[in-house]
């Protein structure tokens, strides 16, 4: 199934993809969740009783709508892989040094509310080397504890994608990834969520981004370093992942920040992230 959160007359509205291509409000369906996050949490218990309603003669919502980032606002920092395609080390180790390739490196990207699917992003004046990177995004479905990857994905709702902006001179500035990756509206999330079983093998996606129509990163999730595996039983083995955590799986190479020379973004670029099996999600640039 694909889930998606939609404003309806400014009321945030958590709905599912209709047999008619058109979103289904849950509500409707005599589902009843505060939120995409309640959503995650309940889905076992809620699950047949959505499959049942669209079974059935389901309305579609008919008045006008927009689409949302699926998860709005996290319950949490979301837990991001840094440099997990082979490509994209070597096209930033000239600006960042890393002393063992080997191990996975992990942060955390603060997102007060996630940018939505068609959002504008924010280009603030105290920026002047604004990135893309376009991410596979795992949420996981049920709290998560000294897990093993042969059972990893157990764990998984589905997956989504993400845009990690991120302002090159406030990781340079700062020395860390945290602030320059954390900015509001630096996350933008969409279109929707696709649950796991919609996806089958998550390591044979295409993952692309192109920037006012051009190709800038185009590779396949089989290029992970850590697969999703890995990192959620690296992340498990002291460290409870809670239903609804939101990993972002790094990005492959052709970053702005990997030409030479640089090529950032400025306002008025459109960047569009697409993952085969979920989608895209288009956002422009806006002086703030």
Do not use: I, K
């Given at each position: 199934m694909r889930f998606y959160t939609i404003s309806v007359n400014n009321t945030e509205m958590t709905a599912v993809l209709g047999p008619s291509g058109e979103p289904v409000t849950l509500e409707s369906l005599g589902v009843k969740v505060r939120d995409m996050n309640d959503l995650i949490r309940r889905y076992d218990e809620v699950k047949d009783r959505i499959v049942r309603g669209l079974e059935k003669d389901c309305v579609p919502v008919t008045e006008p709508y927009r689409i949302l980032a699926p998860v709005p606002v996290p319950e949490q920092d979301l837990v991001c892989l840094g440099v997990n395609y082979r490509e994209h080390i070597l096209e930033t180790s000239n600006g960042i040094q890393f002393d063992k390739k080997n191990d996975t490196v992990y942060f955390s990207k603060?997102?007060?509310?996630?940018?939505?699917?068609?959002?504008?992003i924010p280009f603030y004046d105290f920026v002047d080397s604004l990135d893309y990177e376009v991410e596979l995004g795992v949420i996981i479905g049920r709290d998560a504890?000294?897990?093993?990857?042969?059972?990893?994905?157990?764990?998984?709702?589905?997956y989504t994608i993400i845009n990690d902006v991120s302002a090159r001179n406030i990781q340079r500035k700062h020395g860390q990834w945290y602030l320059g990756k954390s900015l509001d509206g630096y996350t933008p999330m969409g279109p929707c969520i696709v649950t796991k079983d919609e996806i089958g093998d998550i390591h044979r996606l295409q993952i692309s981004c192109h920037v006012n129509g051009e190709e800038r990163q185009n590779s396949s999730t089989g290029m992970m370093i850590t697969p999703v595996e890995e990192a959620i039983a690296e992340l498990s083995e002291g460290m409870t992942l809670k239903a609804g955590t939101i990993i972002a799986t790094g990005t492959p190479g052709g970053v702005g920040m990997g030409t030479n020379p640089p090529r950032y973004l400025k306002p008025g670029d459109t960047v569009c992230c697409e993952i085969s099996g979920i989608g895209k999600l288009t956002n422009t640039l806006e002086k703030k």
């Open positions: 603060r997102a007060n509310r996630c940018n939505d699917p068609d959002g504008v504890f000294g897990v093993s990857a042969e059972e990893a994905l157990d764990y998984v709702f589905g």
